[in-house]
């Protein structure tokens, strides 16, 4: 006989402990975009350092979640947190009061090691923690919209500290919260190592992370500068790594991560839609920006005031999405808050000068299927796998986000420069009035065929997940070591 093991009072202490660092890692970029004019007119970097600070952390987050999710099963999920957060607390003193562009950049890329164990760890412990299904979407509800609040505090508790400090501050922000989180772990999270402890297989953690890097580096570099041939050659330098990886894998007794488990549609589709839905999502945000700023002519400030009202759909949805998959199939859940995304993506489409009203209310609308999407997506990956796969799965899961956006920004910004290169003749810089109609254009368009993605997602979820019910078959889960 199974026995699900029902949360204690303990756990849902925990879980606001484990929501801690989440919030603090969604604050990253919002605070540091804040802070680089003025890290700029003191350190004085140069264009490519100036890039490379902004993202050095993500490249490194990027590469390192599969890595740092097979240590996590393999030493333990809470010794990996409790580690990860004191070297992010260590690294965000390092990089507020560094002196050179440089050790900015080697702050950050030590914020991103740090960064890419907090992730995994805290899914990780989530599904240790919360054995009952009920109670694990609530716990991933809580979980989701901890990274909305972080969206919602970083411009608020970074603008407050740059207004009144230098721009280290904003940095130390995420001190305090590392330390409470290594005060409190301790006693309020358990401990979980997998009774199986695969060793840990060096070659396949470089080829992951030089795999995952290649991709995000190309996709990012030819949104940022346009396709260059030099990026396609490092995209398919990645892929070819990812396919070397997988093969390895195959050839291992014990691999790095167990192929057999994408076997399961319960396990792979949700990963696919992930990756779709952030696809999209990372897109729009990345085109949007420019729309707001370039076409439609709005500070920074307005541009992210803008967006707020669907920061606050998606921490609304976050915890209301258990409510609502209680009472419906997963397979349905998840189709279902993909049409809400399709939906929020299409009104897009119908953006026009004067007519910002349009830009605030597709974000809440598709804010709010995002939250669905992300909860149930999570929860049918995270309970299809074994628990001792529990790092490496929430690793795949973030990885799977990681790429998507990525490959979204790369996609939606290549559909709009297409369509405004076309808008010219000789294919020159059209005129400013004919400029920006024709990146009003193309972000239609853009957003047109990622509605249409979600869409046929939507579709194939309904079909392919329908044998999936909202009642995930528990497990037996062996006890934790405390």
Known sequence: ?????????????????????????????????LAMPQITAVLRPTGAQQLWIVDSYVFVVAGLLITMGMVGDRIGRRRLLLIGAAVFAAASVLAAFVDRPGLLIAARV???????????????????????????????????????????????????????YWWGSAFLVAVPVMVLLLAAGPFLLPEYRGA????????????????????????????????????????LLGIALAVWFVRRQRRLARPMIELGLFRSIGFSGPLVVLGLIFCVLYGTQFVTAQLLQLVLGLSALEAGLISLPGTIAYLIGSLSAPLLAARVSTAYGLAGSLLISAAGFGLLTQVQPGRLWIVATGFVVFSIGLAGVYLLATDLTVSAAPPERAG????????????????????????VLAVYRQSSPDGGVPST???????LHGYQLAEAVGAATLLLAAALTAILLRPQRTAVPERSTPLPES
């Open 1 to 33: 006989m199974v026995v699900t093991m029902r949360a204690t009072p303990r756990d849902w202490t925990g879980l606001v402990v484990l929501a801690l660092p989440c919030t603090v890692v969604s604050m990253d970029a919002s605070v540091l975009n």
């Open 110 to 164: 030590l914020l991103g090691v740090a960064g890419a164990t907090l992730m995994p760890s805290t899914l990780a412990l989530i599904r240790t923690m919360f054995d009952d299904a009920r109670q694990r979407r609530t716990a991933l509800g809580v979980w989701t919209a901890s990274f909305a609040l972080g969206g919602l505090a970083g411009p608020v508790v970074g603008g407050l500290l740059l207004t009144r």
């Open 196 to 235: 199986d402890r695969p060793p840990l297989d060096l070659l396949s953690a470089a080829m992951s992370l030089a795999a995952v890097l290649a991709v995000v580096y190309g996709l990012k570099r030819a949104a940022e500068s346009g396709p260059r041939p030099s990026y396609g050659v490092v995209v």
């Open 392 to 415: 490496t799965t929430s690793a795949l899961l973030e990885t799977s986000a990681e790429l998507g956006g990525a490959l979204g920004i790369a996609s939606l910004g290549s559909i």
């Open 433 to 439: 009035t004919a400029a920006r109609t024709a990146y």
